[in-house]
């Protein structure tokens, strides 16, 4: 009898009375590998070999039905390890092991159905995880089973049968110019005072701030170079290169942020620190350092001494982030574009500026119809009086 080619496969009952379909997959390793299913039925299996010898036939191969959600994570995390930054292989981590895996670790890959991860996805948004991180659950889940797909492990991605939650416009807080003023007038005595210039006038991410070093800051041109972050990753700050070229940019510095950075660099060279710097983030050069380490600000000690400071002086509750939303919506307010808004922002579309700041765009309108009034009238008023 001659040999079974690749693709065929043999129907029998076993002594238990399951009946199993089995299937020549070719060779490995110098031992043959076939593929077994099983079913209670002859028409049952028949069934499950009529799909292997199609997904065979055509020219793709048979999933390895003994893979788990927990085993695939564990090695597509470790094959994403360096191509991706610290923090993201972190969060990713984090959402894998809190969220994921207590639900699916233990189930079989090819076993995933849209249903359960939608159920799943819905779930988390009643014990009140926010849509946005949801979505992000989601991404990433996404991510892993179209790895999963690309190395052959299951024939379709069943988060991509899925939907998000639907996202509400995200609301922010901002400062009128007359809160900007008073708020800065209130940090002048405080090592916030700097800080707080820059997130006014440059609009950075607190993470772009921590990380500006003196190098970045051509006060002769009124410009800052904005290339890296601070990072707390594996028990240390690091500072890591923005991933994208959209957040790597320059950012005009307005005068009253250059005022502050003369005055932070004066006190920087003849204030003592408590403690000597880490010789590592002393080199850095960083524009903003702990009067008590001498090493990298924490962003969450910059959040609280913020709230005492505001609270102080009688301003409403803000984060760090919402100077950058400040400095977003004045830009706006003031006419400015926003394409040149999305490059001062770094962000990656214009897409992302308009859904965080669009709806400010038609009061900025109004302002330039308003001005153009006043422009005519006095020019008028010259004509007539001419």
Not at 14 to 31: E, F, H, Q, V, Y
Not at 307 to 331: I, V
Request: charged fraction near 25%; aromatic fraction near 6%.
């Amino acid at each position: 009898m001659s040999k079974r080619a690749n693709g065929e496969g043999c129907i029998y009952r076993r002594p238990d009375g399951r009946w199993t379909a089995s299937i020549t997959l070719g060779w490995k390793n110098g031992k043959q590998a076939r593929k077994h299913c099983y079913g209670k039925a002859r028409q049952e299996v028949y069934d499950k070999l009529s799909v292997l010898q199609e997904a065979i036939k055509q020219g793709g191969s048979v999933a390895d039905d003994r893979i788990t959600v927990a085993a695939h994570f564990e090695n597509w995390l470790a094959s994403v390890r360096q191509s991706l930054a610290p923090m993201t292989v972190a969060k990713y981590e984090i959402l894998a092991r809190v969220h994921i895996l207590p639900q699916f670790g233990k189930t079989k890959l090819n076993k995933l159905k849209p249903g359960q991860i939608q159920a799943f996805l819905n779930g988390k948004l009643d014990e009140g995880l926010a849509p946005a991180s949801v979505v992000s659950l989601r991404g990433l889940f996404s991510s892993a089973m179209r790895q999963a797909v690309d190395w052959d492990l299951i024939r379709s991605n069943p988060v991509a049968r899925t939907k998000n939650p639907k996202m509400e416009r995200r609301e922010f807080s901002s400062l009128s110019p007359e809160q900007m003023a008073a708020l800065l007038e209130a940090a002048r005595p405080t090592p916030l005072y700097a800080l707080i210039a820059v997130g006014l006038g440059l609009g950075l991410r607190i993470s772009e701030a921590l990380g500006l070093c003196w190098k970045e800051l051509h006060a002769e041109n009124r410009t800052a170079f904005v290339r890296q972050q601070l990072q707390w990753v594996n028990g240390k700050y690091v500072l890591r290169d923005l991933k994208s070229k959209t957040s790597r940019r320059v950012v005009p510095m307005p005068e009253f942020v250059i005022e502050a950075l003369e005055e932070q660099r004066l006190k920087q060279a003849i204030e003592p620190y408590a403690n000597e710097p880490n010789p590592e983030s002393a080199a850095w050069g960083l524009v903003f350092r702990s009067q008590l380490t001498g090493g990298p600000l924490d962003r969450n000690n910059v959040n609280r001494d913020l709230q005492r400071l505001l609270a102080k002086s009688g301003l409403p509750k803000l984060r760090y982030h919402d100077l950058r939303h400040t400095f977003a919506s004045q830009h706006l307010a003031f006419g400015t574009p926003l394409q040149v808004a999305r490059d001062l922002l770094g962000h990656s579309t214009v897409t992302t500026t308009s859904d965080l700041y669009g709806h400010l765009v038609p009061s900025a309108l109004r302002d330039a119809a308003n001005r153009m009034d006043v422009l005519m009238k006095a020019s008028r008023e010259a004509f007539s009086n001419g």
